[in-house]
């Protein structure tokens, strides 16, 4: 078969006229997503617990000249989750593209970790986004033309890391929930990857920031550095993009190398 010019659209990275929610927006890796989308045209909602946050983002969104909303949400209540994917609709009138991004780590060892401990963790890591991603694809389902799902978990979630056992353990079901989710919601044209961070910093990585354990963490990376909160915006704009139309199921890895060798 043979193609000329005009059989081929040139894919592009403009998000205009579609609506984004972004849980954990307010902060780190989140609020670079957010801005990213809002700079290619998309109007952002954005989720956190704290409503001070909330609001200073939805005017920073609102003065890049996109609609903007800042919703106070607990993701680890699927109720919340439910009434501000509610709100967005009601607001803006639909949900195009959910980035389940809202995360807790702990450092513990394993031995040390309290019962309550390791709920936390799962209940915001593992459940928040499984709550994000359900409420966010029966909007889409009702609107009838696609979406896109982008669940963040982490080179975490491919390789173990010590102190880690609740985040890797959820980071890890958020990697193969996202290719179960994907295989149901397809039919319905609705893509569902995994975006993979590798050590970025962040308020997530605080008890770890300028101590030997990370530099340690940085030195185990092919690049041999931490990554920019840019960098992983790049990846979630990708995802939301044209570029990954064809692209579901997938573990989109942005480490450094971290998990290659």
């Not at 193609?3 to 894919?11: L, T, V, Y």
């Not at 909007?139 to 080179?155: E, F």
């Not at 609740?166 to 989710?181: I, Q, S």
């Not at 692209?247 to 971290?258: E, K, N, Q, V």
Request: charged fraction near 20%.
């Amino acid at each position: 078969m043979t193609h000329n010019m005009q059989d081929i659209a040139i894919p592009n990275f403009d998000l205009k006229g579609k609506v984004a929610v972004i849980t954990g927006g307010t902060k780190g890796i989140g609020y670079g997503i957010a801005l990213t989308y809002a700079n290619y045209g998309a109007d952002v909602v954005v989720a956190s617990r704290t409503v001070a946050d909330c609001e200073r983002v939805e005017k920073e969104l609102q003065s890049l000249g996109v609609r903007a909303m800042g919703i106070p949400t607990d993701v680890s209540v699927g109720a919340q989750v439910d009434s501000m994917i509610d709100k967005v609709v009601e607001k803006l009138g639909r949900v195009d593209i959910m980035v389940a991004n809202a995360g807790v780590g702990n450092t513990k060892k394993a031995v040390d970790l309290t019962d309550a401990e390791w709920d936390t963790v799962v209940d915001i890591d593992l459940k928040g986004v499984f709550y994000s991603a359900r409420a966010a694809a029966r909007q889409m389902i009702k609107q009838g033309d696609g979406g896109r799902v982008i669940n963040v978990a982490s080179a975490a979630g491919v390789i173990g890391a010590i102190g880690l056992a609740p985040y890797t353990a959820a980071k890890a079901g958020v990697v193969n929930m996202t290719k179960t989710l994907a295989g149901e919601w397809g039919r319905f044209g609705i893509t569902v990857n995994a975006l993979c961070p590798g050590y970025v910093a962040t308020s997530i990585n605080d008890d770890v920031l300028g101590t030997p354990a990370w530099d340690k963490i940085v030195k185990a990376t092919i690049l041999r550095r931490s990554g920019e909160i840019s960098e992983i915006a790049a990846g979630a704009l990708f995802l939301a993009s044209d570029f990954s139309g064809f692209m579901t199921g997938a573990t989109l890895l942005m480490d450094g190398g971290t998990t290659a060798l």
